[in-house]
T-cell receptor
Framework: EAQVTQNPRYLITVTGKKLTVTCSQNMNHEYMSWYRQDPGLGLRQIYYSMNVEVTDKGDVPEGYKVSRKEKRNFPLILESPSPNQTSLYFC??????????FGPGTRLTVT | KQEVTQIPAALSVPEGENLVLNCSFTDSAIYNLQWFRQDPGKGLTSLLLIQSSQREQTSGRLNASLDKSSGRSTLYIAASQPGDSATYLCAVTDSWGKLQFGAGTQVVVTP
């Protein structure tokens, strides 16, 4: 089944404790991206990757890192999480600018 | 900078009525436009994708139109059902694959 998976689905952590949210797709898509969704602010792009080893900043990249060492995986790294990074995170993938497929989301709480 | 607006922000209709959801965007240089459905606390499900060269796209009870020159898209849902209750998001894609989302229209269909 074609899908985008994210782990973990739910995470509660403390300020400053490094964490990684994994994202994996099985559709051989070149394009992958991360979004965060906040009430009143909608969905905003954090980082995107157009292919292996090619990444770039989206609209709200501060406090986040990404890497794309394999085509199928695009992890999101929070080196020192802060409470303002409490949010619902989505990973997405597509073939170039075609239809985008979203993962189920990761709800992160930073205390 | 591309801005995407969805009106109304919320909509409540009795079962059986047709739904009309509006989306407008400020920059007509889009690659495609996608409509998504999001259930509370869940991920995004792609409903329809309209390429910039197309005027409309249909899937079952759903029909989406696109007028790129005026920066507008409309999603029609015929004969609404309680199961159609959700938030509907539109997003425009640029040639790099980046999605810019509207804030969404929250729909409630009452039995």
């Amino acid at each position: 089944e074609a899908q985008v998976t994210q782990n973990p689905r739910y995470l509660i952590t403390v300020t400053g404790k490094k964490l990684t949210v994994t994202c994996s797709q099985n559709m051989n898509h070149e394009y992958m991206s991360w979004y965060r969704q906040d009430p009143g602010l909608g969905l905003r792009q954090i980082y995107y990757s157009m292919n292996v080893e090619v990444t770039d900043k989206g609209d709200v990249p501060e406090g986040y890192k990404v890497s794309r060492k394999e085509k199928r995986n695009f992890p999101l790294i929070l080196e020192s999480p802060s409470p303002n990074q409490t949010s619902l995170y989505f990973c997405a993938s597509s073939l170039g600018s075609r239809e985008q497929y979203f993962g189920p989301g990761t709800r992160l709480t930073v205390t | 900078k591309q801005e995407v607006t969805q009106i109304p922000a919320a909509l409540s209709v009795p079962e059986g009525e047709n739904l009309v959801l509006n989306c407008s965007f400020t920059d007509s240089a889009i690659y495609n436009l996608q409509w998504f459905r999001q259930d509370p606390g869940k991920g995004l499900t792609s409903l329809l994708l309209i390429q910039s060269s197309q005027r409309e796209q249909t899937s079952g009870r759903l029909n989406a139109s696109l007028d790129k020159s005026s920066g507008r898209s409309t999603l029609y849902i015929a004969a609404s059902q309680p199961g159609d209750s959700a938030t509907y998001l539109c997003a425009v894609t640029d040639s790099w694959g980046k999605l810019q989302f509207g804030a969404g229209t929250q729909v409630v269909v009452t039995p």
